[in-house]
C-alpha cells in the first residue's frame, strides 16, 4: 500500500480531533502539503479555514469538510477549448520531456476530430527527439489525422508555418503542435518557444491560438514549478494533466489555480487515445476530498 491519499489522511485526522482543535490545523496543513498542494497555499488554506470556522461555530467532519470544499473551489479553475469555426486555429503543445506529451497531441486531436472537427493537422514541432517526429508520424497514421512534420533537427517554427498553410488552404481548421521540452537549458528553451509564438500569433486567426501546458499530476511541486517557467516565457491559456488519478495525491491543481490563476481544460488517466475527458474542477475536489 503507498502513501495515504490526502481523502484518507483527512479521515484519519477527524478521527484524532474531534473537536477540530489547533493541532488540527497543523496536522490538517500538513496533509495538505504532502498532496501537492505546496506549503504556501497549504498554510494560507488552513488560515483561512480555520478563521471561518471559529467565525462561525463550525465543527464537526461534514460541515468543516464542506468548507474546506468551498475554499478549495475558488482556487482551482476549469476550462473549455472550442477551435473557432470557419478560421485557422493553432493551438501549441507545451511541457518537459516525459509528461506524455505528444501522446497528449494526438488524444486532443481525437477527441475533436470525434467532436466533428473536419480539418485537424498535428505539426511535429519537436524537432530536436527523433522519437517525437516518429511517434507522431504513427499516431496521425492511427487516427487518420494528417502530420506535417520535417526532418530531424529542423526549424520548429518552420513546420508550424507548413500546418498553418496546410489548414489554412482548406479555408479552416486546427493545428495541433507538439515541441520540445528540453527545460534543463532554460534559456534555450525560452528563446525557442519565443520564436514558435511568434509564428503561432501571426498565422492563427484573431483569438484563435492557445497555448496548452501538459503536466504530469504526479509530479507535484515540480509541477508547478514547470507551470511557472512556461507562463513566463510564453503564457499558458489551459493545462493538461496526465497521469491523473484522484485518488492519487493529485492536489497540483489547487496550487496552479491559486498561484498562477491557471485553469485546467482536460485529464488523461491512460495510454489509449480515448483515455481524455473534461476537466471538472467541482468531481476534482470532491475526488481530492474523498466525498
Sequence with gaps: MGKMSFAERIRSLFGLHADNDGQFYDDLCDALIEGDVGAKTA???????RDECRKNHISGEQAVTAELEKLLASYVRETILEPVAGKT????VLGVNGVGKTTSAAKIANWYK???EGNIVLASADTFRAAAIEQLAVHGEKLGIRVVSHQHGADPAAVIYDAAEAVRSKGSGLVIADTAGRLHNKE???HELEKIDRICRQKADEGCYKRLLVIDATTGQNALRQAEVFNEAVGVDALILTKYDSTAKGGIAISIGKELNLPTAFVCNGEKYGDISLFHSD???RGFLGM
Design 43 to 49: 498554510v494560507e488554506i488552513t488560515g483561512l479555514l
Design 89 to 92: 486555429n493553432i493551438w501549441m
Design 114 to 116: 470525434n467532436k466533428g
Design 188 to 190: 534555450n528553451l525560452v
Design 283 to 285: 468531481e476534482y475536489i
